[in-house]
């Protein structure tokens, strides 16, 4: 198949490379608005370059990846289901639920397949533990932790437009939540606090955060977030059943250090970047997005799911600025 990417910044260049060594992707056409990323994707993947998306979705492409920034999602996710084109975009839909509830309206209408970039869906580990939960074998769940642990802050230029750490970091974690224990969030009630980076402060944003999320069936969820994690990047899951409890993350490169006398678990080199962390799994949603495009499965993570994460982080944003518990429905305008 033949698919265009638009944008191609950090992310959007991985996608690129990802996307040229699969088996069912025959040719790519690629554009940025800086023309210098364009004529690196052309001369090291053998891309075809355009000058705009507009070109791209006039280029013959069965399907298209947008890798773009974030302001520029809607815009686009619009122009490509206009065209009756499949699309996997990156997360979010949009910088506001507002404006992702629009985009998830124009999609439902169209019938056109979406794809959104959570890509903790395909790790191994989260889908194994996933597994284990619709298997029963846990049992009744009634506590779930999720950690998003970043290695150091990023820039203050990102934080100042990134809608702050609940909107942009844990709503990975609350994506992975829903989706692993198939229920949906009713309340939360979170926190934060700032120990490191000042103009992640003067941004009116936190540097570390934590979220108590009740789900429709009396269990709790426990989201912890920080950008201050020099040992390394880490993202787990725990979840424990009245049966057996089960974790992932949990592995030999977990960027954590046991005191306990003889004890040498992790031993392995700890992640430090989420691409590294998770470059299997972004291997795997963009496999499946070929599969979506071919028409031989349905988008794995849809607009709504999406939208429903992003209820979520406007509950807590909320919830963090005035203190209290807040429930979902007085977020959610639709």
Same mark, same amino acid.
């Given at each position: 198949?033949?698919?265009?990417? +638009? ?190 980076? *000042? ?60 005191? *306990? ?13 989420? +691409? ?31 939208? *429903? ?26």
């Amino acid at each position: 198949m033949r698919l265009g990417i +638009m944008g191609l910044g950090r992310i959007g260049t991985f996608h690129a490379q990802t996307l040229a060594a699969l088996d069912a992707v025959d040719s790519l056409v690629v554009t940025d608005p800086v023309a210098a990323a364009v004529s690196a994707a052309a001369d090291r993947l053998g891309a075809e370059p355009a000058d705009s998306p507009e070109a791209v979705l006039a280029s013959g492409v069965d399907g298209v990846v947008i890798a773009a920034a974030t302001d520029a999602h809607p815009a686009l996710l619009h122009a490509a289901v206009e065209a009756g084109l499949p699309v996997f975009c990156e997360k979010p839909v949009a910088r506001t639920p507002e404006e992702s509830l629009t985009v998830l309206k124009a999609v439902e209408a169209s019938g056109v397949a979406v794809q959104i970039g959570y890509n903790r869906r395909f790790d191994p580990g989260f889908a194994a533990a996933r597994r284990a939960v619709v298997s029963g074998e846990l049992g009744p769940l009634h506590t779930v932790r999720s950690t998003t642990l970043d290695p150091e802050p990023p820039p203050a230029a990102y934080v100042a437009v990134s809608g702050g750490i609940f909107r942009d970091c844990a709503v990975h974690d609350f994506d992975t939540v829903r989706w692993v224990t198939g229920r949906e969030v009713t309340e939360v009630y979170a926190t934060g606090s700032n120990r490191g980076a *000042e103009y992640i402060a003067a941004a009116g944003d936190v540097d570390t955060a934590s979220a108590l999320l009740t789900l429709d069936d009396g269990t709790l969820a426990v989201v912890s977030n920080t950008r201050h994690n020099p040992r390394g990047y880490d993202a787990r899951l725990e979840l424990h059943g009245m049966k057996d409890s089960v974790a992932a993350g949990l592995e030999d490169r977990l960027p954590l250090r046991s005191v *306990e006398p003889g004890v040498t678990f992790p031993g392995g080199a700890p992640h430090h970047f989420f +691409m590294d962390r998770f470059a299997a799994a972004y291997r795997a949603e963009l496999a499946a997005f070929t599969e979506v495009v071919a028409g031989t499965r349905p988008s794995p993570c849809t607009v709504a799911d999406a939208l *429903e994460a992003g209820w979520i982080a406007e509950a807590c944003t909320l919830s963090l600025h005035e203190r209290r518990p807040v429930r979902i429905e007085e977020v959610r305008t639709s």
